[in-house]
T-cell receptor
Framework: DTGVSQDPRHKITKRGQNVTFRCDPI?????LYWYRQTLGQGPEFLTY????????KSRLLSDRFSAERPKGSFSTLEIQRTEQGDSAMYLC?????????????????FGPGTRLTVL | AQTVTQSQPEMSVQEAETVTLSCTYD???????LFWYKQPPSRQMILVIR??????QNATENRFSVNFQKAAKSFSLKISDSQLGDTAMYFC???????????????FGTGTLLAVQP
């Protein structure tokens, strides 16, 4: 396993611009999660995919946010018309159910995150 | 709704000593998991230890162990023989057990910043 990867690691943008982040989960993990973490806080759930289906979205995910997971592999999170309040670390996590190759059932493995700064 | 509370924003421990981080949670679920995750400065979140609620035996992973008190809804983490590399933010997290396609989102506490002093 190469682990969960995220791209870019850092993004600085001006207010009003659109940004897109990518997450590549551990291969063959069918479940993928996006979380947002602001400074000094624990991560908060944003949305969840099982394969290509988006099964839950948090109320934190405003209309300006959209996420996709085409073909059930990588996922993208897009934020339109960014606001300063969107500045945060965006984390992606994946897990397999049933468990995959020695990994424990229902344990989520996190990527390094994308740190977004909106000026 | 589930909540997770970590009442210690910061803690400090001397190298080689033992420290305990506290976590309490609230849920009406009967089947769930509890986790401790570690987030070193500017590095990614990694799993430290996990506990299944149906197991009475406390989980142990090398120097890390938990004290799981289900009735009290308490889940503390003990780190023995603390090392400089243990310096990190530690998050306690709750997840209900999986049923079909139901979301297994993690509910995190606000974290405890642990500093291991040489």
């Amino acid at each position: 396993d190469t682990g969960v990867s995220q791209d870019p690691r850092h993004k600085i943008t001006k207010r009003g611009q659109n940004v897109t982040f990518r997450c590549d989960p551990i291969s063959e993990h069918n479940r993928l999660y996006w979380y947002r973490q602001t400074l000094g806080q624990g991560p908060e759930f944003l949305t969840y995919f099982q394969n290509e289906a988006q099964l839950e979205k948090s109320r934190l995910l405003s209309d300006r946010f959209s996420a996709e997971r085409p073909k059930g592999s990588f996922s993208t999170l897009e934020i339109q018309r960014t606001e300063q309040g969107d500045s945060a670390m965006y984390l992606c996590a994946s897990h397999a159910n049933p468990p995959d190759r020695g990994q424990e059932a229902d344990t989520q493995y996190f990527g390094p995150g994308t740190r977004l700064t909106v000026l | 709704a589930q909540t997770v509370t970590q009442s210690q924003p910061e803690m400090s421990v001397q190298e080689a000593e033992t420290v305990t981080l506290s976590c309490t949670y609230d849920t009406s679920e009967s089947n769930y998991y509890l986790f401790w995750y570690k987030q070193p400065p500017s590095r990614q979140m990694i799993l430290v230890i996990r506990q299944e609620a149906y197991k009475q035996q406390n989980a142990t992973e090398n120097r890390f162990s938990v004290n799981f008190q289900k009735a009290a809804k308490s889940f503390s983490l003990k780190i023995s023989d603390s090392q400089l590399g243990d310096t990190a933010m530690y998050f306690c997290a709750f997840m209900r057990a999986n049923y079909g396609g139901a979301t297994n989102k993690l509910i995190f506490g606000t974290g405890t910043l642990l500093a291991v002093q040489p």
